[in-house]
């Protein structure tokens, strides 16, 4: 394909100029436009790209508010909330065991913290965390809902210095970036020697991509810019100073869900709060157990899929090469 504006001029990975047209998509998930996007794949190296890339005026259009997540003070609020700690614990032993490993010392910066849950439970193992957020409203909710210490800005501005951090946690940031090279390379800068880079993203080699096609929520056109294969992620993070030592392919926050999402968009909880649909007290509550029901029959198939190293969702721990 060729005609312009519809394909980026040039791949970030391979410097490859040739596309290939995959598919085309709209904003399923939160409707926030019309607009129609494609999703390319590089001839040379086949990373994935949104085309054409949105302004970034464009793109802050794309993202609602309160995207993140803010615990409600009633008894379901309480109840979502229990739920977020419980999944997100995978995480959080993933982290703790990349820590454990390295002995390095310093604080864990957590890229794209949110309300800042994450660093929260961090800091009741002990680890000190500091989170960075694109947007004022969610750092502002980390101090507020959780304590948390956040500053904002863009990682190259992280209010840290060279090499002191023992982890840098980047949870679903490098496929919403456009550059996210210079998010890498900012994350090497930061880390101290043998400190450690998490990094969680949508695995485009899953099942649930080769089954569901654009239906996938990983694609999550048009916030997602990239679309990462497990090999995608070995090159770009080989290409900026960091050897792989672990991956994992299963997320119970992310990978059950992800399903449930991708299968039913218009029952997903944040979703139908973000589109502001119109729902009574009882539709609302039919509709978050039907939700619920689909997540948890969705489970065999995301642990089967997992297994399999096919999982809906990468995470990685990486250390800089020696
Ligand atoms: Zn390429």
């Given at each position: 394909m060729g005609s312009a504006g519809t394909t980026p001029g040039q791949c970030p990975a391979c410097d490859g100029a040739d596309f290939r047209l995959l598919f085309t998509a709209s904003d399923?998930?939160?409707?926030?436009?019309s607009k129609r996007f494609h999703v390319v794949e590089?001839?040379?190296?086949r990373l994935m790209q949104l085309a054409p890339q949105p302004t970034p005026a464009d793109l802050e259009s794309y993202y609602p508010k309160h995207y993140w997540f803010t615990p409600e003070k009633s008894a379901v609020g309480r109840l979502q909330n229990m739920y977020r700690r419980l999944v997100l614990l995978d995480h959080v032993r993933f982290v703790d065991r990349a820590l454990r490993e390295s002995q390095e010392s310093g604080p864990v910066l957590d890229v794209g913290?949110?309300?800042g849950l994450f660093l929260r439970m961090l800091r009741d193992r002990w680890f000190h965390g500091i989170g960075l957020d694109y947007s004022t409203d969610a750092a502002r909710a980390a101090w507020t809902s959780n304590n948390a210490p956040a500053a904002v800005g863009r990682l190259s501005q992280a209010p840290l210095p060279s090499g002191s951090c023992a982890a840098v946690t980047m949870f679903h940031v490098l496929e919403h970036l456009y550059s996210p090279r210079s998010y890498l390379l900012a994350a090497h800068d930061l880390l101290r020697p043998d400190g450690r880079l998490i990094l969680q993203v949508p695995n485009a080699g899953c099942w649930q991509f080769l089954l569901?096609?654009?239906?996938?929520?990983?694609?999550d056109v048009p916030r997602h810019l990239y679309d990462f294969r497990p090999a995608d992620l070995d090159l770009l993070l080989d290409s900026c100073g960091f050897e792989v030592l672990r991956r994992k392919y299963f997320s119970l926050r992310d990978n059950p869900a992800g399903l449930a999402t991708s299968l039913a968009?218009?029952?997903?909880p944040v979703a139908r709060r973000v589109r502001q649909d119109k729902e009574g007290p009882m539709t609302r509550l039919a509709k978050d157990l039907f939700y619920g029901v689909l997540v948890v029959a969705a489970l065999p198939f995301t642990v089967i899929e997992a297994a399999c190293q096919a999982g809906s969702t990468i995470m990685i721990e990486a250390r800089k090469k020696t």
């Open positions: 399923r998930l939160y409707q926030t436009t590089c001839t040379q190296c913290c949110g309300g569901l096609g654009s239906a996938w929520n990983g694609v968009p218009s029952f997903e």
